[in-house]
């Protein structure tokens, strides 16, 4: 089943905007990750964000992570054509000793107008 | 280094026969996994191996089986395909442990008829 949710499911906004997306999971975590995927393409790690962390940065990317409310944002700042794409979030659980895998969430697909 | 690898890229197979999809890394990564991303849907694991020799279940293991025989692959078999198993398959790696980024190959498109 899906542990994240993303949302939106779409965002369009214009270049040099700020894009926010959500992200919300049901069980307890190890960390959260972000990913985006290029259309037709594999998944690219963004940024991870362990569960004792509250914020992290990235160069124009800023995520947030408040495990009392099983939720995370990620804020793409003064966004480019090139940010076109679609963004998972991926919760890594404490069971099998962090082995099983990522659980992801079905995305949110960012369109940055020119 | 090339990172993580698929082949092939694209396949349609019909009803009930069989293929091998091939994951090879060069990274030296211990964990490998197997997922698939279903239109509008994000990634589901369909299984995993934590080292050489080893594997386990995902949550959509029905109807796949997989081998790793050496730690740089890892393979994923459909013994007889299904019109539901229409996917994009991903590949994906880890040095170990989930306190990493997962690196993903660019995946294999299988269309089932």
């Known amino acids: 089943s899906q542990q994240g949710e993303e949302d939106p499911q779409a965002l369009s906004i214009q270049e040099g905007e700020n894009a926010t997306m959500n992200c919300s999971y049901k069980?307890?975590?190890?960390?959260l990750q972000w990913y985006r995927q290029n259309s037709g393409r594999g998944l690219v790690h963004l940024i991870l964000i362990r569960s004792n962390e509250r914020e992290k940065h990235s160069g124009r990317l800023r995520v947030t992570l408040d495990t009392s409310k099983k939720s995370s944002s990620l804020l793409i700042t003064a966004s480019r054509a090139a940010d076109t794409a679609s963004y998972f979030c991926?919760?890594?659980?404490?069971?099998?000793?962090?082995?099983?895998?990522?659980?992801f969430g079905k995305g949110t697909h960012l369109i940055i107008q020119p | 280094n090339a990172g993580v690898t698929q082949t092939p890229k694209f396949r349609v197979l019909k009803t009930g026969q069989s293929m091998t999809l091939l994951c090879a890394q060069d990274?030296?990564?211990?964990?490998m996994y197997w997922y698939r991303q279903d239109p509008g849907m994000g990634l589901r694991l369909i299984h995993y191996s934590v080292g050489e020799g080893t594997t386990a279940k995902g949550e959509v293991p029905d109807g796949y089986n997989v081998s790793r025989l050496k730690k740089q692959n890892f393979l994923l078999g459909l013994e007889s395909a299904a019109p539901s198993q229409t996917s994009v398959y991903f590949c994906a790696s880890i040095k170990g442990g989930s306190q990493y980024e997962q690196y993903f190959g660019p995946g294999t498109r299988l269309t089932v008829t």
């Open positions: 069980t307890s975590i190890n960390n």
């Open positions: 991926a919760t890594a659980s404490y069971s099998g000793g962090g082995a099983d895998g990522l659980t």
């Open positions: 990274m030296n990564h211990e964990y």
